[in-house]
């Protein structure tokens, strides 16, 4: 359960509510909510403990593919807190503002990350964006940067059923993936080329974007990580009783998987 499903709902409650829906891992964020900037590490653990559920991430490193400026403080930064508050990955999304980044500098990125990752035991999610500005859309791409940078050890992809639908990409790579972020779209005016994070909701029938195809096949050929809720749109942000709906996509998604 990712905290964008439920961003008003406080930390510890969040956990609290995980736990009622089955849910043993969890993930943080260091924007929506902004638990980096408003908690200690150590209480973010703690909290975690409590409630009996696992910091699985924290959402996420951005951009990591650019590796110059304040990029490598902030890496730094962020992978101590995770480990101090007991996080097991990173998540590490690519530069996303309409400007290509080499293949060669994703690679250069990867091997300058690998060190903080292996130092601190923790694993670099990597989520290619679907967006047609993306830097990095397709899993293929960064699965060929990690090979080049010798880094299996420390990265594994995050499969988005959202991105990989925007991108166009078609195959799977489940033993290579550690993650999966699962939201939907329902809106019928939007065309795929203009959807954007803020028509990401909840998983119900109406979805267009074959969320449930899509685990399927993953299940299929071998996948064994778990699903994270990760819905961006602000009318799921604004329910009243997220919990209840957050619990009505669960079991629609695993009736019909």
């Known amino acids: 359960m990712n905290h964008i499903a ?62 110059k400026g304040d ?28 400007r290509p980044v080499g293949h060669s500098e994703v690679v ?26 993306s830097s990095l859309r397709t899993k293929r791409e960064a699965i060929a940067a990690i090979e080049e940078a010798a880094g ?7 499969h988005d059923t959202f991105h990989h639908h925007l991108s166009g990409e078609t195959e799977f790579y489940p033993r290579r993936t550690a993650l999966a972020h699962i939201s939907g779209v ?12 803020a028509h990401r909701v909840l998983v119900d029938a109406n979805d267009r974007l074959e969320n449930l195809a899509q685990i399927r096949a993953l299940l299929g050929a071998g996948y064994e990580g778990p699903f994270s809720f990760e819905p961006f749109a602000a009318e799921v942000h604004d329910l009243p009783d997220p919990e209840a709906a957050l619990r009505d996509s669960i079991a629609f998604v695993t009736a019909h998987v």
Do not use: H, Q
Request: proline share 8%; glycine share 6%; net charge negative.
């Open 6 to 67: 439920a961003p008003k709902v406080a930390l510890p409650d969040f956990f609290a509510m995980a736990r009622r829906l089955g849910a043993t891992e969890v993930e943080i964020r260091n924007d929506l909510p902004d638990v980096m900037a408003t908690w200690k590490p150590g209480d973010v653990k703690a909290a975690a403990e409590a409630a009996g559920v696992t910091i699985l991430s924290i959402n996420a490193l951005y951009p990591f593919n650019v590796w």
């Open 71 to 98: 990029l490598p403080a902030k890496a730094e930064r962020m992978a101590d807190y995770a480990a101090r508050a007991g996080a097991k990955a990173l998540v590490m999304c690519p530069l996303n503002e309409g």
């Open 108 to 133: 250069a990125a990867l091997e300058s990350m690998a060190p903080i990752l292996r130092e601190r035991g923790l694993m670099g999610l990597v989520e290619p964006l679907g967006f047609p500005i």
């Open 152 to 158: 299996w050890d420390v990265f594994r992809l995050l």
């Open 186 to 197: 329902t809106d019928p005016r939007v065309a795929v080329k203009d959807m954007l994070d």
